[in-house]
């Protein structure tokens, strides 16, 4: 039974931070799969906002990058996702991704606003 399970999402003013998690329970050998995060803003299509590969090749959305930092934790099945300087248009649902066997999570609410 895999579970994929994002936390840390929240109320938060303009310019504030947020860190973001997602726990992949039951995954036996995560390392061997790409994890994203992607957000679905109301009325919008789902996004890919930033992506870790196998080897800690990294990918971030040009509206993120130099504002988030994607991380991962192999040993705790874990990924994070580090939110600075947040805005207003970065009001989404926030989902986890495990891409070799497409998990997803259920998502967590981030909303910035003041």
């Known amino acids: 039974q895999v579970e994929v399970v994002e936390s840390g999402g929240g109320l938060v003013q303009p310019g504030g931070s947020l860190t973001l998690t997602c726990t992949a329970s039951?995954?036996?050998?995560?390392?061997?799969?790409?994890m994203a995060w992607y957000r679905q803003a109301p009325g919008k299509q789902r996004e890919l906002v930033a992506r870790?590969?196998?080897?800690?090749?990294?990918e971030y959305a040009d509206s993120v990058k130099g504002r988030f930092t994607i991380s991962r934790d192999n040993a705790q099945n874990m990924l994070h996702l580090q939110m600075n300087n947040l805005k207003p248009e970065d009001t989404a649902v926030y989902y986890c991704?495990?891409?070799?066997?497409?998990?997803w999570g259920q998502g967590t609410q981030v909303t910035v606003s003041s």
């Open positions: 991704n495990v891409e070799k066997w497409n998990y």
């Open positions: 039951s995954v036996s050998n995560i390392w061997l799969s790409a």
């Open positions: 870790i590969s196998p080897i800690r090749t990294i």
